[in-house]
């Protein structure tokens, strides 16, 4: 989506500024904000950049580095940490050939870490994009990352 | 029967996305009620039902309603704290998504209550799906005219908008929420001026949590003496309690207060895996005390709680069974902290790095007495010093198993030594 599009959406008022933030953010392939989008939010609500700045760097959904089409979300907090028998990081981090916090060479996937995802009843959890999936084992890690390589080849 | 459905009783019955299924069982009917009351009317009934809050801090409804009704300043709002960040907890997500129009009803009543024009729901980033249900029903309410103005003819308007969280814990406590609304980082404010004086864009504001304001129409329907008779006399009502970790059946569930955790876990959680005992339990979330299997006869009670100096008991029990290392959860629940301590006041953002390394040293078996003496004292100084209940309450799980597990750090201590020996 346009930067302009999701500006025109919104009153033109700071309360407003992490709702475009997200949402901008979330239309962006990339899942990432750039400086100079940064500096035309801020004009347009008539804010000082640096305010805009602070606040991206603040909330931990905002990213400045470009991240995957997919960002994954593996929960670690007790109820979930307590419910891996078998370490979903590790998994994760095996399947995709990378750490955490980087992103597959094909820019397809970004593993990330997770606060609870309130939802340690379903534990252990994992969340890609909006989706949240879960009593995970490996071979359901396995079918999650297959099904996302195949339709997003497509 | 263990369970007494009071908030949830509909939750299974009903559509979650259907107004009509929602008014089939009596739905906005409270509200309408409410409207045919006087404001001073609806005051004594929560002030009878004796209410506490639901999102950890347990502070009387009442008073902060008659708080609000004294402030004259216009416009007022009323908030409605979705944003569950504490680990463990999943209840509000699970109200949100099986039952929105009783939170929007109870939200309605509040702001009637208060005389508010203007309402948000501030739900968590990570809520996708109950973010998503919550914008239908408000849709669907203010097509039916519960929401906009002069609703139902009386006069009263009263509208409701959802704000998106960011992936921010502390963003749960109501200054930062208030800050966040407003645009901004999520850094909290120093108090006084409370909310109810001075919120959102320095107006008379309403903070309640999800499940406080859901209880507001089983309230208004009962009458706050006869909802007052539920549970014990100074913790009235029921709690749901969101039961995870090791035990059978996970999930949440509505118990009146005075019900003991040990039935909580054993009946209706089903108890722990064949062969597996349980070890521990970490009471309210990642804010809350870790206590040994022999005190689970204790009761759910807004007291008991207090006398961990555990304010943040939203209801979580998260069961620990025998296969656990105490220290690795003790560093996963400092991870936590270390990572959503918001840095603006020094023992909160550089305490919780140096209990966490200090913690790994147990984890690694290479701690010291030196390292159990420095844990001890940096956990007084961060609970004591910090601004707001995060870094206040980041070294409850420490402190309490530094009191009931203290054998547990002596011999981590002894292995340590024999380790390099
Ligand atoms: C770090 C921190 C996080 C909090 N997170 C939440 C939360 O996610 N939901 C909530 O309702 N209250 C949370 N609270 C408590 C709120 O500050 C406030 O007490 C509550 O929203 C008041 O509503 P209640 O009286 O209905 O409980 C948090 C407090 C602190 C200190
Ligand atoms: S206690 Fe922690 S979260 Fe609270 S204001 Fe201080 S640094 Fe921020
Ligand atoms: S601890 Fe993982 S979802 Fe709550």
Known sequence: MELTAVLQAYPKEQTYLLEILLKYQASKPTHHLEEDELTAIADHLGLPASHVFSVVSFYSFFSMTPRGRYILQFCRDVPCHISDTFSVRETLETLLGIKTGETTEDGVFTLEYSSCLGACDLAPVLRVNDTLYHHLTVDKIKAILAEIRSGSDA | MLEHKLITKHIGNIDPLSIDDYVGVGGYAMFKK???????DIHDAFEASKLRGRGGAGFPVAIKLMAMAKETRKPKYVICNADEGEPGNFKDRYLMENNPHQIIEGML????????????????????QSMATMQQAIEAARQAGYLGSNILNSRFDFDLEIRSGAGSYVCGEEFALLESIEGKAGRTRVKPPFPTAKGLFNQPTLINNVETLATFPVIIAMGGEAYA????????????????????????????????????????????????????????????????????????????FEEFESKTGAGAIIVIDDRHDMFAILEQVSEFFTH???GKCTPCREGNVHMRNVLRRFVNKTATEQDLLMLENQARVIHQTSLCGLGQTAPTAIISTLHYFRFDYLNRIEDSMQEVA
């Open chain 2, 34 to 40: 409410a409207l045919g009351m006087t404001r001073l």
């Open chain 2, 340 to 342: 959503e301590s918001c």
């Open chain 2, 229 to 304: 008779k539920i549970g014990t006399p100074t913790s009235t009502g029921t709690k749901l309690i969101s039961l995870s970790g090791n035990v059978r059946k996970k999930g949440v569930y509505e118990v009146p207060f005075g019900v003991s955790m040990r039935k909580i876990i054993e009946e209706l959680g089903g108890g722990v895996g064949a062969g597996r005992k349980i070890q521990m339990i970490q009471l309210g979330g990642a804010c809350g005390p870790i206590i040994p299997e022999y005190m689970l006869d204790m009761v759910i009670d807004f007291e008991r």
């Open chain 2, 109 to 128: 009543i509040a702001a009637y209550a208060t005389g508010s024009s203007h309402g948000y729901l501030y739900i968590r980033g990570e809520y996708a």
